[in-house]
């Protein structure tokens, strides 16, 4: 009777996030692109329809794969938010099944619990997070360890593990946390003789390497790999060194203490979500050996992505999808169904271990779904209320000649989406201005703003677009921090549209 009852109980549990989670994904049909996926997407309309090379013409720190994808998404789908969330739904389709190949072999419902828990997490927020640079990563990675868990391994194995872990890692550099794992598990292999464990790895290396040289390759072709190595070595030292807020850290102690009380956090989350689980299911196999290295498998996985962003450094809400996921996977362990002849105590166990299970699952779907729905139908009742759409309103009514160009001010996120909307033509390199503010007396960044300030003059936009933004390198008002900008856009340009707290549009002057 209990098992019958935890069987069930499981089965409505997982059912009702999956549907949940569906849920959300209709709501967030409606989005527009926003925030990280507006600056890629972006960057793949003037790559693609503008000839923008990456680095030499698109200032960013972040390696090409991206965007290569996102050229091709553009090429093949187009520029509108709409395709993009269906192509969303075959990632995370993706995902799903990934999922399923790792958790199903212990529990069903779990496998589809832990899957669910995430996607609730990652459609909280609509679209502003979709196919941005730790989802892309994070699904290479899944598929990378359900491959590494397989009971046979065969060379193709081997070079197909190793072509989505150099995925992973080109999507989002910090993904190679993963390496490890995956190759103590290749080596740790029952299918691979012995003679055949060093082979097998050089084999899966190699393919790791040569797959993670194409985006290179692409950029080295359209002559922007120096501009790359230029972007490293003089401003990667200053990004690295920023804090959560973009403000430099005053010293080696504060960057160092700060980076160790964010991971003791959220590694304590992750070990305190999932822990139980891994228990739980190492309980429920005390006779499987196969069964118990898979679970030690997925807790060193899980313990890995614990590094993911403390890579990095910024802890920022999206870049913790990865170490979610995994520990979401681990939590719904808890759903396990013991056997018929388990102990009693095993079976009233799995009956309480359903609530933490449901009670974060209804957490999420609480908060989720009903904001998803507020979201919906303001973007139905009112789609022009968001200030990008604004701008992009603009500028489709003040029409621009093809050979003008615009300029904003932002961090990645409206500034792009408004360009994307109209498209419009960026006037320099900077799509988004957080480098012209960090460490603004360091030798390197006093060189990025004469550059911008000397292309700006040069390109002379039609329009500069200044949003007010809040996370930002210092605060307050940048513009007026930045003088020589400041001064040549009040000398040259005139304001023609302002909304208090959100932006200002300056248009050049007619003598000018």
Known sequence: MLLTVSRSAAWLIATSLLLAAGVTFFFSLNHPISADLAMLHYSAWVINEKNF??????????????YLFHSLLGKLIGYEAAPLRWVDFVLMSTLGWASWRIISPFSKPAAVTGFSLFCLLYWAQGGEFALERDVLALVPAVIAFALASNKKTSLLICVLIGYFAALACSMKPNSVVIVPVLLWMLYRSNSITMNKKTSTLVVCLCSMASVSLIPFIWVSANNGLRSFFDIYQHYMPIY??????????????????????????????SLLLSLPGLVWAWLQNTQNTEARQHILQLAAMTFSFTFYEAIAGKFWFNHMFPSAYWSFLCLSLLLITPSTNAAAWKKYLAIIFLVPCAALGWLLSKTTVPTMQQAHIKEQQTPNSWRAKQVANFLLTHPIKPEETVQVLDMAGDGQAALLMARATSATKFLIDVPLWMEPDSESIKKLRAEFVAELQQKNPTYIVYF????????????????????????????????EAAYIIFQRKADQ
């Open 53 to 66: 090379v990456l680095y030499r013409d698109i200032f960013d720190i972040n390696f090409p794969a991206p």
């Open 240 to 269: 690295a060194n920023s804090r959560y807020d973009l403000w430099h850290y005053e010293n080696s102690t504060e960057r160092w203490m700060t980076l160790l009380t964010q991971y003791l956090r959220f590694a304590g989350i």
């Open 468 to 499: 007010e933004q809040f996370l930002h390198p210092g605060g307050g008002n940048r513009l007026k921090e930045f003088k020589p900008l400041y001064q040549w856009i009040t000398q040259n340009y005139a304001i023609v549209e302002q909304r």
